[in-house]
């Protein structure tokens, strides 16, 4: 690397340096200990105090000075690793090899040596050498990946250690680096911790030893901050079969953080296809930096805290104050301003929220006057609202529900409820007050106030249009006039999966409910569920959002409803409804870390919260409306709705700390879900309107023991003033944490699921299996990571069965067949590789799966001979063996050669081997085992495609022990198969339908007579006569005379039989897998060098 040139005394710095080359200018030094000769203690000693001392004192082992004649100042200008001594160094650049400083005195040398004789000064010699080394430095900084960092020289530096450290593909983006100690068992090793777009990768050089660690995000399985024996604060890397520590950082907050948000990103990216399709920032991993991750992160946090729709971007964030008039005094807070809204919080929790949606109809402006002027002028926003929906109903009246269902089926059951209706003019008098004082739109001011109104209940008669203001439905809903209707029309009649889940689970949906017991309920709950299943194919429709729309249709009309429902499946609990449903999973497991930190006693009595976790599955799914009485559920949907999910996780708190002593004293899981099941069935709401609807999804009859009535406000009121303390930060968190393992689980299943149908097809061992399954996995990311142009390789799809979700090509395919397939064969390997892959790519899409691969290493390795020989066969056949196939291209157009050799072999003791009888009998063998068989005959092999089977074998024998024995018996084989081959050859041409051997041997056939011993069924011609002239395609040979013909030959039977260890290949795999797509990676001259892949 190239550095600012900076003086250097050389006076205490002789010891340590030992110059290797010198010129008139230039000198080039290197560090003791390093390099070639002895100091073999001088250059540990050397090397360990480089790696303890601080990271800014690290000293180069190469470096090259600038010496102006007369002169004892030196000027520093290129170094070989890091040059920094502990004066007056500056680092810039770096070169982790001596090629490379050679590299930098040949251009010296070149460039500059005979230029410098013609200055008279020194001071322009300096001056000029200083210009050149500059302007080498600036052209190297030009780089787009440096300026993007704050610190570009720097970062410039790291960038090149990384390159040359880990030799990844250029496609590997450098995101950040961290100065820090990795833990080996009790020893710490001081190093620089790397993280780029896919990997975190760890270097250090200590006491002559060498340490690289590359950890693939993808298989990162849980990342946590904790404490050991000696470190109080560590990064805790868990992977599947080892945990790394990290600490000593400057900065080990933002080092979490950034760690987390890449392993969050990259996992996203690869392993869950339905988010990588909503999120364009996941499409283009090259684009991502460490800024991008900070802003993204405060991006997701800015969403999932003001509830917004997963598209907006957050563009700027600023202090200010709020003119407030319920207080009569200004707020301090922050505003946040995106795309499509203005936002403002509270420094103080929970003080003051607002949300100003810039629509087209509401100037903007007039918006920003709240925070400017304290004038509400937000709050004249309504009118336009109310104009728009009203022109909307209009238009759809024809079509839809003008009202919600509430209104025309609970009339008739509320005569007499009278201590109810004052309990509701009561509540809608303080409503009424709350709007007067804070407002009464989208934009209303958000307080601890409301929020305690909201816990009491909101009123029937407002429940509905405050859901559409809490949730911001309502913003959808007035900028898409006419949008509900169009999607009705154009899913109207249309068929589909997703058409008939709904048709099936139409009158499952609160049967017990009036307003579901007639055609009208039912059709408005068919029109909403299909039109968001057209609108949102990716969802369509899931179980539970039948359940939920029901709910929302009795209070919202129907195109509220609608919108309503986009609010809660797109924004307020995002990925819970999909394929795999990941989202609801994620907070189950969030939802056992509360448990654990909250409830310490519950969570140690029942050691497997997965428990509680299923149990409540069904309480994130459908809100508590699948399992509460509907008037205490309609309460909890409220708090949803103004608080977004941290309402449900601190509800199912409250009722386990409720339930905490009878679960505490149950001895199994169903008698756990009976108690909550039980609790939740008595769940009342006494201040009601409404008149009790029993719920069909009751779990007990009412013969059984009651439990004590629980009033639902009370139950609310305790989440709130229990566990009401967790910020939507905290959550978001956890949510981070959780979805890594969420996920890995999901991969976990998958491979399982593919082993288990593999397994009884093949003999390799299960554990040898699941390696080689890792392989095979990692090599379709590898992909991934760095070709994601590629045209066949298509992404992991989760919604794909097991066996399909991870498919390679032909070039992986390939990589693969040369790090664990045992039949290598030096420069032919490759072209075996693609021959398997066209064989083992059966419908010829391009790709092959897992069992594919598992299959074909099968018979290599645990194969009986016949079975090696038939793949081997197979391999030299259409379709393996293509007719514009570069390797297969022979310059032997015509008959290989004239097989007129006896076949009678003379051994070197004398004897004589027969191969006559022993084909022949072989052959009868064959035959009878063949009938027994209804497997499909094998087509025959032609001359070209035998050539190719002889140098494949050929090749496999090269450096095999016994080679010589080998070479020997093939050619002897070679011999016998091409004679029989043109005895085909003359079968044809003589009018023969047979080239096969009869019962009717010739006894007496002569050694003289030599090319007659194979025309049993055919007169014999003349032995003095000419072969008849034939084309190539006439010459064959079948799998029988080739499996015979092999097996006269012992050492080949040896060959073939000798038993083959996979695992050794696998471990050599493992380590060797990421060096083929990176060409190798350099091992420096000196010291020990360790790699460590963690898997």
């Known amino acids: ?21 010198s010129s008139g200018y230039f000198i080039l030094q290197r560090r003791r200990g390093h390099g ?56 810039v650049a770096i070169g982790a090899t001596a090629e490379e400083i050679n590299q930098h005195w040949e251009w ?48 410039r530096e790291a960038l090149v250690k990384f390159e040359s450290r880990f030799n990844f593909p250029e496609a590997e983006k450098l995101i950040t680096y961290y100065s820090c100690c990795c833990w080996k068992g009790k020893v710490p090793r001081q190093g620089w911790l790397y993280l780029s777009i896919n990997h975190l990768c760890f270097y250090s050089f200590f006491l002559g030893k060498e340490l690289k660690l590359i950890i693939p995000w993808v298989e990162v399985q849980k990342l946590e901050r904790t404490s050991n024996v000696f470190m109080t604060d560590t990064v805790r890397v868990t992977t599947p079969n080892k945990e790394r520590d990290f600490s000593t950082f400057l900065n080990i907050a933002e080092a979490f953080r950034i760690m987390e948000q890449l392993a969050d990103v990259t996992l996203r990216r690869l392993l869950d296809n339905e988010i990588f399709e909503l999120d364009p920032g996941l499409q283009d991993p090259t684009q991502i930096t460490k800024r991008d991750l900070e802003a993204r992160a405060q991006n997701e946090l800015f969403r999932a805290f003001f509830r917004l729709p997963r598209k907006e971007k957050l563009h700027e964030v600023v202090d200010c104050s ?58 004249g926003t309504e009118a336009s609202q109310g104009k728009e929906r009203s022109e909307s109903e209009k238009e759809s009246s024809y079509l839809l529900n003008a009202e919600a269902l509430r209104s025309d089926f609970h009339q008739s059951g509320m005569a007499g409820l009278d201590f109810g209706k004052s309990r509701e003019q009561i509540k809608e008098s303080l409503w009424d007050d709350h709007f007067v004082e804070y407002g009464r739109t989208v934009c209303m001011f958000r307080t601890e106030k409301i929020r305690k109104l909201v816990a009491m209940g909101i009123p029937e008669s407002l429940r509905g249009k405050l859901w559409l203001l809490f949730s911001d439905a309502v913003t959808d809903l007035t900028s898409h006039p006419g949008y ?41 709950l068919r029109r909403v569920l299909t039109a968001y299943a057209h609108r949102n194919p990716k969802i369509g429709y899931c179980q539970s959002m039948n359940i939920l729309t029901s709910v929302l249709l009795l209070y919202a009309k129907e195109e509220e409803a609608f919108w309503l429902l986009v609010a809660v499946c797109e924004r307020m609990l995002p990925d819970y409804f999909n394929h795999r449903v990941i989202g609801a999973q994620v907070d189950q497991s969030v939802f056992e870390e509360l448990i654990k930190e909250q409830l310490p006693e519950l969570a140690e009595h029942m050691k497997d919260l997965t428990t509680l976790a299923s149990i409540s599955l069904s309480w994130f799914l459908t809100l508590f409306l699948s399992i509460m009485p509907l008037e205490s559920a309609v309460n909890v949907v409220d708090c949803f709705f103004y608080d977004g999910i941290k309402a449900i996780f601190q509800l199912g708190l409250a009722i386990l700390e409720a339930n905490a002593v009878d679960l505490c004293n149950s001895k199994d899981d169903g008698q756990a879900l009976m108690i909550l099941s039980r609790f939740l069935e008595r769940v009342k709401n006494e201040e009601s309107p409404l008149p009790p609807i029993g719920n069909h999804h009751a779990f007990f009859s009412d013969d059984q023991e009651a ?62 299996l699941e390696e080689l399954y890792d392989l095979f996995k990692r090599e379709h990311l590898i992909r991934c990571y760095w070709e994601t142009t590629s045209p066949v390789v298509e992404r992991h799809d989760p919604s794909r069965p097991y066996a399909e979700q991870y498919r390679i090509d032909a070039q992986q ?27 083992l790519d059966e419908n010829m899409d391009q790709l092959i799966e897992f069992k594919g691969l598992a299959s074909c290493l099968d018979v290599m390795y645990n194969g009986e001979m016949n079975e090696k020989i038939k793949l081997l066969y197979k391999l030299h056949i259409p379709p393996a063996l293509t007719e514009n196939e570069r390797d297969s291209q022979s310059p032997l157009r015509n008959p290989l050669l004239s097989t007129s050799r006896p076949l009678v072999i003379g051994k070197s003791n004398g004897d004589a081997v027969d191969y006559q009888k022993q084909l022949k009998q072989m052959l009868k063998d064959l035959a009878k085992e063949k009938d027994s068989k209804t497997e499909k005959e094998l087509p025959k092999m032609s001359q070209r495609e035998f050539i190719q089977f002889c140098k494949t074998l050929y090749s496999m024998f090269h450096e095999d022990p016994e080679e010589n024995d080998l070479y020997q018996a093939i050619a002897t084989v070679t011999t016998l198969l091409l004679q029989i081959g043109e005895v085909g050859q003359r079968s044809i041409s003589l009018g023969s339908g047979s080239d096969e051997f009869t019962d009717d041997l010739q006894p007496e056939a002569s050694a003289s007579d030599q090319d007659a011993v194979f025309t049993d069924t055919v007169k014999t011609p003349h032995k003095d006569s000419q072969p008849s002239p034939v084309t190539e395609g006439d010459w064959t040979v079948s799998f029988e005379h080739i499996l015979a013909s092999l097996l006269t030959e012992q050492s080949l039977v040896n060959f073939f039989e000798k038993p083959l260890e996979l695992k050794p290949k696998l471990e050599n795999a493992k380590l060797h897998q990421y060096n083929l797509k990176t060409n190798g990676m350099s091992c420096q001259p000196r010291g020990e060098h360790t790699k460590l892949n963690t898997q």
């Not at 020194?122 to 780089?143: P, R, W, Y």
């Open 1 to 21: 690397m190239w550095l600012k040139p900076e003086e250097v005394l050389l006076k205490n710095a002789l010891k340590l340096w030992v110059t290797q080359k």
């Open 36 to 91: 070639d000769g002895g100091g073999r203690f001088t250059g540990r000693l050397v090397g360990a105090l480089d790696a303890v001392l601080d990271s800014n004192a690290r000293v180069a082992p190469f470096r090259i000075l600038l010496q102006v004649p007369g002169s004892q100042v030196y000027s520093a200008i290129a170094c070989g690793e890091l040059l920094n001594g502990s004066e007056v160094y500056w680092a």
């Open 108 to 155: 010296l040398e070149q460039n500059l040596l005979h230029t410098l004789s013609v200055f008279d000064n020194k001071e322009d010699i300096v001056s000029f050498v200083k210009g050149k080394v500059k302007a080498l430095i600036a052209e190297e900084t030009s780089s787009k990946l440096a300026e993007q960092e704050e610190d570009p020289e720097k970062f």
């Open 322 to 379: 709020l003119w407030t008039p319920f207080s009569r005094c200004h707020t301090a807070g922050r505003m946040y301003t995106s795309d499509s809204y203005i936002c403002f919080a509270s420094k103080e929790n929970g003080c003051c929220n607002v949300i100003i949606p810039l629509r087209e109809s509401s100037p903007a402006f007039g918006s920003m006057c709240v925070l400017r002027d304290g004038e509400p002028a937000c709050l």
């Open 484 to 524: 509900y209707v169009h999607l009705v029309e154009a899913s109207m009649g249309k068929c589909c999966m997703a058409t008939e889940e709904i048709e099936r689970d139409l009158h499952r949906s609160l049967p017990e409910h009036p307003a579901f017991q007639s055609e009208t309920g039912i059709a408005a």
């Open 707 to 768: 439990s004590p009535v629980t009033e639902i406000a009370n139950l609310i009121h305790d989440s709130y003033e229990k566990f009401g303390d967790h910020s939507v930060a905290q959550i978001e968190h956890m949510r981070y944490k959780h979805r890594i393992r969420v996920l890995q689980s999901h991969e976990d299943t998958t491979k399982q699921n593919v082993l288990r149908v593999v397994i009884p097809d093949v003999s390799i061992l299960p554990e040898d």
């Open 813 to 839: 395919f390939t990589n693969l067949y040369r790090l664990v397939s045992p039949w290598t064969c030096g420069e032919h390997t490759d072209v075996l590789a693609q021959r398997t892959f066209r064989l």
